[in-house]
């Protein structure tokens, strides 16, 4: 394998190309929430919340919390900016009306949708250079590296055993 500087693993400039892909999205994720007053961690718990309300899956301060590995005060926090900025409201719905659910709000889907649609034009217009065949792989190969970070994370996190044989 050329250019392959990890014993058994990925060729390094491949490695960096994900490193620098990652880079890049980070800074337009701070360009778009900074022109809009959204800390990067408000554009990530919309992300996890609309994520959960496409499943039809019920999203609590206490899922967020833990999806974004945050403590409960920093949560309190991030939802009250986000109720305040008017993307999310907090309901009590079904028989126990203690929980706290949240949802998103037809402004945060409008704001979304504004913040991120210079970068969906730019990503489409890059895929037409890729036959359906080709992004089928990508796509694949995008699926398992997100697996992988995933596996990496909860290791370095001393919540799962290390697998380099996982799938």
Request: proline fraction near 6%; include cysteine; glycine fraction near 8%.
């Amino acid at each position: 394998m050329p250019n392959a500087a990890m014993p058994g693993g990925p060729p390094q400039p491949l490695v960096r190309l994900l490193q620098e892909f990652t880079l890049e999205a980070n800074r337009y994720v701070d360009s778009a929430g900074g022109r809009n007053d959204m800390h990067r961690t408000d554009l990530n718990a919309l992300a996890v919340i609309m994520r959960h309300s496409a499943k039809d899956e019920v999203i609590t301060p206490g899922t967020l919390r833990k999806e974004l590995n945050l403590s409960s005060p920093a949560t309190t926090a991030l939802i009250d900016r986000l109720c305040n900025s008017g993307h999310v409201v907090r309901e009590r719905q079904g028989q126990d009306r203690r929980q706290v659910q949240l949802r998103m709000t037809d402004k945060a889907y409008r704001d979304g949708s504004a913040m991120f649609l210079p970068l969906a034009r730019h990503m489409g217009a890059a895929m037409t250079g890729f036959t359906p065949q080709e992004l089928e792989t990508v796509t694949r190969f995008m699926n398992a590296m997100i697996d992988a970070t995933v596996r990496a994370g909860l290791e370095a996190a001393g919540k799962a055993p290390s697998s380099d044989t996982e799938n």
